[in-house]
């Protein structure tokens, strides 16, 4: 039997809808930058006078005293452990803003491009980008799109056709707003704890217009389509692929707090009438736009406070022992048999190049700018496709309920860089 509903909440769904999409997925052009108009809104956010050490500062500190003034830092071993790293990013920022502390913790790529680069931005965008998330996740577009990629996402990556918007919105924004969804949608009671583990170690990439950093770094941008679509296609492979293996596979089908949740139901029949139907019954469902954008604003600046400290110390350091020490070299010789095996030119640099990943995506473009061709265009998809990194997106899933460990990010880590490597040598061999 067919639903009818009410005009004015037809219109009201397809009005938060465009809002959502056109502040997510929609790049414009503003000074000559093109991306999308929450990163435009961030940027000039950012110009404000002071922004970056009086808001990351305040975020960060009292970020990182929270778990002591909870007294919930002694909950576990881990808590205790990030509630130390949480204490060091207060100290670090400290360091960033006044500029006191070890000469070479000063150096461009250390302390300052971690504050600047990464926690200011991040700090900034999630709670912005929280005050619109109600209009994508809250107003029933997630469960039309999930009606209609349903039978894509399930079979290939084990997730709910919903999930598509994670995946989408990372590219086109950036891993902390794929995040900052992800997160949502599963304390919701939305995804299961292993959907929204793959999602997040699957989906969440660094931005398209982050990889065109890349490209322009490694000389690639005469191939910039070639190189975009290629990193596209190989990292959603590659999810395909870790989603059916330990740790993901094993990862418990449960909701969030054990809630009876809200599983996607199997859609059969006319495919967008189906859409329509359940957009329209969770419109119908949906709180008013006040209480959906308070909601979520609180939940993304409480979610910034968590990941704050933790971006300025861990990014720290990570590039610290990218730069000071052998560990990446060592953790190299882990990737050596794999790029020796798919005749990469020079394969223990490339090697190393993608050891150093781990601590921060954009380091190994820059291990390997003298490199032969097929060596650079290699290292800079698997920088992409891999994911997880130290200086960021770690710490950004740390901050969140969805369950992985550190031990899940290491093995995650590993198996899509080899995972990578396989996929795309033989077709840079066979394009070039």
């Known amino acids: 039997m067919e639903k009818h509903y009410d005009g004015t909440k037809i219109a009201k769904f397809i009005g938060f809808a465009l809002v959502g999409i056109f502040m997510f997925f929609i790049p414009i052009t503003i000074n000559e930058k093109s991306t999308i108009p929450l990163d435009h809104i961030v940027s000039y956010i950012q110009t404000i006078p002071g922004w970056g050490p009086v808001y990351s500062g305040l ?19 881990s808590d205790m452990v990030f509630s130390i790293f949480k204490l060091a990013g207060i100290v670090l920022i400290a360091m960033a803003i006044f500029g006191f502390g070890p000469a070479f913790l000063h150096a461009p790529d250390i302390i300052p491009f971690i504050y600047g680069k990464i926690v200011v931005p991040v700090t900034t ?28 996402m399930n079979p290939i990556w084990k997730t709910p056709g919903r999930s598509a918007i994670d995946a989408v919105a990372s590219f086109v924004g950036s891993y902390s707003l794929g995040l900052l969804i992800t997160n949502q949608v599963y304390t919701e009671g939305k995804y299961t704890g292993k959907q929204a583990a793959i999602i997040a170690t699957g989906f969440s990439t660094v ?13 690639l941008m005469e191939y910039w389509l070639l190189y975009f679509w290629l990193t596209l296609v190989i990292t959603f492979i590659v999810t395909a692929i870790t989603s059916r293996i330990y740790p993901l596979n094993k990862k418990p089908d449960t909701y969030f707090n054990n809630m009876d949740g809200s599983p996607e139901p199997v859609q059969k029949g006319n495919r967008l009438r189906r859409a329509y139907e359940e957009g329209m019954d969770a419109m119908e469902k949906a709180p008013t736009v006040a209480e959906s954008v308070w909601d979520t604003l609180k939940k993304g600046i409480m979610l910034a406070l968590s990941i704050g400290p933790l971006l300025m110390s861990v990014g720290v350091l990570g590039v610290v022992l990218a730069a000071h020490t052998p560990v990446f070299d060592i953790i190299g010789y882990i990737f050596y048999p794999f790029t020796m095996l798919a005749q990469i030119p020079e394969p223990l640099l490339a090697a190393k190049a993608m050891a150093l990943s781990i601590a921060e995506m954009f380091l190994p473009a820059l291990l390997v700018t003298e490199a032969p061709f097929i060596t650079k265009f290699l290292v800079g998809i698997v920088s992409v496709s891999e994911i997880l990194f130290f200086s960021a997106s770690i710490p ?14 290491l093995i995650i880590w590993v198996e899509r860089v ?9 077709i840079l061999h066979i394009l070039f």
């Open 207 to 219: 931005s398209a217009t982050f990889m065109v950093i890349v490209a322009k770094t490694l000389g």
């Open 418 to 426: 080899v995972i990578s490597i396989l996929i795309a040598a033989p």
């Open 125 to 152: 965008i999630v709670p912005v980008g929280a005050i619109f998330l109600a209009f994508l996740v809250n107003y029933g577009l997630m469960e039309f799109i999930g009606v209609f990629m349903q039978p894509v």
């Open 59 to 77: 975020i960060v500190t009292i970020g990182g005293l929270l778990p002591f003034i909870r007294k919930d830092w002694k909950k576990s071993t």
């Open 396 to 409: 950004c899933i740390i901050a969140t309920e969805i369950p992985l460990t550190i031990k899940d990010y």
